[in-house]
């Protein structure tokens, strides 16, 4: 069994910040790419950022030079520092992780947390 957990959400007032951070845990042999997704009301869900396991890093249009992407290999942990938040970043934001569960074996698949409620405030 392998979970994401997420915590850092909340109400912040528009121009603040907010940090999220996911932890993976259970039985996990690799994992490849961590990132955030979100999903605003009556909207698909989009890509907000990911990182990959040689650290290459991916960022939406509409959060570069607001968002930070970071990750810490060794606690299988993914962070978003986002500063500047506009009211069109609320949503509720979801942890991803591309893994091999279990042992060498396994095939890759995607992993999701719960997701947790950003809400800015105008």
């Known amino acids: 069994q392998v979970q994401l957990v997420e915590s850092g959400g909340g109400l912040v007032q528009a121009g603040g910040s907010l940090k999220l951070s996911c932890a993976a845990s259970?039985?996990?042999?690799?994992?490849?790419?961590m990132g955030w997704y979100r999903q605003a009301p009556g909207k698909q869900r989009e890509l907000v950022a990911d990182v990959t396991g040689s650290a290459s890093i991916n960022y939406a249009d509409s959060v570069k030079g607001r968002f930070t992407i970071s990750r810490d290999y060794a606690k299988n942990t993914v962070y978003l520092q986002m500063n500047s938040l506009k009211s069109d970043d609320t949503a509720v934001y979801y942890c991803?992780?591309?893994?091999?569960?279990?042992?060498?074996?396994?095939?890759?698949?995607?992993?999701w947390g719960q997701g947790t409620q950003v809400t800015v405030s105008s």
């Open positions: 259970g039985s996990i042999f690799r994992i490849n790419v």
């Open positions: 991803n992780a591309n893994m091999r569960a279990g042992s060498r074996w396994s095939d890759a698949a995607d992993y």
